[in-house]
């Protein structure tokens, strides 16, 4: 959780930082904060709300040395006081930083019996402590900085500056980081959306990576980059994802234009090198056991995933939810193949799993949309969604693409991966038709019925049991709306009781082999009173209010999930909530 951010160049850098940390606000909005160095001095600016409405850079000197941070709350509450950037006794250093510090009470009790003074109740003032400390020692900052970072247990992304030097200092452990190389100036942050107007030339920075980033007057000019105190090299890459793609457009907020721009990710995410698809269908043919894991709504894609897997290519793959997956500890082995599937590449279960399963010699699979996130480097093949910067918390576009790359992987892996992309492309083009149709305008009315529920439930079978999970957690953290989801069978063996007349309920159903029992289980419901809301290629009479989706055979979990995209977003607008920001919540979920 939360983005940082630093700059180093001749503009103004509050500028440049305040502006970054707009673009990575997804991360986190629960405060916000900013330092500066100028005139040999550290300037601090925090505020507890979100950096989007904050446009005043009056109160920041000009300087050329910036750094800022956008925080989910961890270790305390959120309030000025505990926004970052923190800074030691005397003022003079600045750290901002994104992980967990996993050891800090211990090194704070000693820093305190030191004599420091702490000002918040974060894991990170112990960091600009650690370095004051050092530096008090008689070591230089570069060298404070770098055995600070050693004491550091836990996983981090840490950006620190100090009054007398002209330089950034940076570390990476588990959090991501990457370097932006600009024309003389460079920039540091946990997403490339946050520089991505000035340059798209980038050094993603490796685990255990400490980095020096200095202007021409500064101690060690240029960019150094040390692993275990061993200069490394890495090797700049040009991102291709464009400015437009991580703004706004003419949309009103980032989950309807990522909505919308599923008419074209699902074409892009089945676009992948065949030989590719080649290798990785190889693997989990050849595999004894396969499990595909994912968190919250990636968890929901990999169920669907080892559904199309039984359906497709008879094949049995594992579903686990990412934070469950240690508990398999004992089924592993050099013969097992690990999926993970993930929008950040950085979910903090999902990395655990992977490391659990690399550690009992397992081999790594990742279906990721960020470029060169930890589990796209973690893995031993990875697949990206190309999807584009989603910035929305909740995922919409990457969720289709992921689905749409696991069932081209079960159709490679059936020896049908033609006849596959063929069902693909023309799903791509029926959804693409459905969200041209003005479908929206059927959901939005019901959008309007649903703001009044406190509640709602959700029922799917086979593809499309995970789908009604996925469309809960929609229906949740976007309107903030109790949905529960159920396999339709399962309604009748408790939950039923809480159905009320007028009780909003919705039926996938799909023309598949489980199309009667779905309707059955909608009959149930009905005759207890509740509102059947249907989503299916064909009308029925159980329906209340049905939602048209295009016939799409066994991958119809594609089409199914975009009505409830669609309504989570409306219901959001209905009831005044911030689609793109939900409470409590961010999108990189980079905590335990
Ligand atoms: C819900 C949502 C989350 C994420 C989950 C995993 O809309 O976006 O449930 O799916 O936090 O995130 P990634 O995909 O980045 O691993």
């Known amino acids: 959780m939360c983005g940082i951010i630093g700059y180093l160049g001749d503009r103004n850098g509050a500028e440049v930082v305040v ?41 920041l000197p000009f300087a050329n040395i910036a750094i800022g941070h956008t925080r989910w709350a961890t270790h ?28 800090y009470q211990e090194l704070k009790s000693s820093l305190v019996a030191k004599g420091h003074i702490f000002k918040s109740q974060t894991d990170t003032e112990v960091i600009a ?25 836990g996983r981090f992304a840490v950006v620190a500056i100090v009054d007398s030097d002209d330089q950034l200092l940076i570390a990476r452990k588990g959090s991501p980081l990457v370097l932006g190389m600009g024309d ?90 065949k030989e590719d698809i080649k290798r990785i269908s190889d693997m989990i043919n050849l595999s004894d056991n396969v499990f595909f894991i994912g968190c919250g709504t990636a968890g929901k894609v990999a169920q669907v995933g080892s559904y199309l897997f039984s359906k497709i290519a008879g094949k049995r793959v594992d579903f686990v939810v990412g934070s469950e997956f240690p508990n398999y500890h004992d089924f592993l082995g050099s013969n097992t193949l690990l999926v993970s599937i993930s929008q950040s590449g950085e979910t903090a279960d999902t990395l655990e799993a992977m490391e659990v399963a ?36 909740c995922s919409t576009k990457a969720t289709t693409a992921q689905i749409a790359i696991l069932a081209e992987l079960a159709f490679a892996c059936a020896g049908r991966l033609d006849q596959g992309l063929n069902l693909l492309e023309s799903v791509a083009s029926q959804v693409s038709s459905m969200l041209d149709d003005g479908i929206s305008d059927k959901v939005r009315s019901l959008a309007k019925k649903l703001a009044g529920h406190e509640s709602m439930y959700i029922i799917g079978r086979s593809v499309n049991f995970p789908i009604a999970l996925e469309a809960s957690i929609k229906m949740q953290e976007v309107p903030y709306i109790h949905a ?22 919705v039926a996938f159903v799909a023309n598949d082999d489980v199309k009667s029992d779905m309707i059955s289980n909608a009959m149930e419901i009905r005759s207890r009173g509740a509102f059947i809301i249907g989503i ?57």
């Open 19 to 59: 502006e970054g940390l707009k673009a990575l606000e997804y991360r986190g909005y629960d405060s916000w904060g900013v330092a500066v160095r100028s005139n040999a001095s550290v300037s601090i600016k925090k505020q507890v709300g979100r950096i989007s409405d904050f446009d005043d850079l009056s109160s």
């Open 76 to 103: 305390g509450s959120a309030t000025a006081a505990n926004a970052h950037p923190h800074t030691c006794c005397k003022g003079r250093i600045a750290v901002v930083h994104n992980g967990i510090i996993e050891n």
């Open 129 to 153: 402590h650690l370095i004051e400390e050092n530096v008090a020692f008689g070591y230089d900052f570069n060298t404070a900085f770098e055995k600070a970072i050693s004491d550091l247990k």
């Open 184 to 273: 003389k100036e460079f920039f540091v942050a946990s997403d490339v959306p946050a520089f991505l107007k000035y340059t798209n030339n980038v050094v993603f920075l490796e685990d255990g990576d400490v980095a020096s980033v200095g202007s021409a007057r500064s101690l060690r000019p240029g960019v150094t980059i040390t692993n275990r105190g061993k200069v490394v090299t890495r090797s700049p890459k040009r991102v291709s994802w464009d400015v437009e793609g991580a703004e706004l457009g003419e949309y009103d907020h980032f989950m309807i234009k990522e909505i919308m721009e599923q008419k074209d990710t699902i074409l892009r995410a089945i676009n992948q090198p």
């Open 358 to 393: 690399q550690k009992a010699g397992a081999k790594l699979v990742s279906i990721v949309n960020v470029v060169g996130s930890s589990m796209m480097r973690m893995s031993d093949y990875s697949l990206l969604c190309n999807s584009g910067p989603e910035k929305a918390v």
């Open 484 to 505: 529960e989801g159920f396999a339709g069978g399962e309604l009748k063996h408790g939950p039923i009781a809480l159905i009320e007349p007028g009780t909003p309920c």
């Open 536 to 592: 299916a290629p064909e009308n029925d009479a159980v329906f209340d209010f049905w939602i048209q989706v295009p016939d799409a055979g066994v991958l119809s979990p594609i089409p199914n999930i975009i009505p409830i995209q669609l309504l989570s977003y409306y219901t959001a607008l209905e009831k005044s909530c911030d689609p793109d920001k939900p409470r409590n919540l961010a999108k990189s979920v980079t905590v335990k």
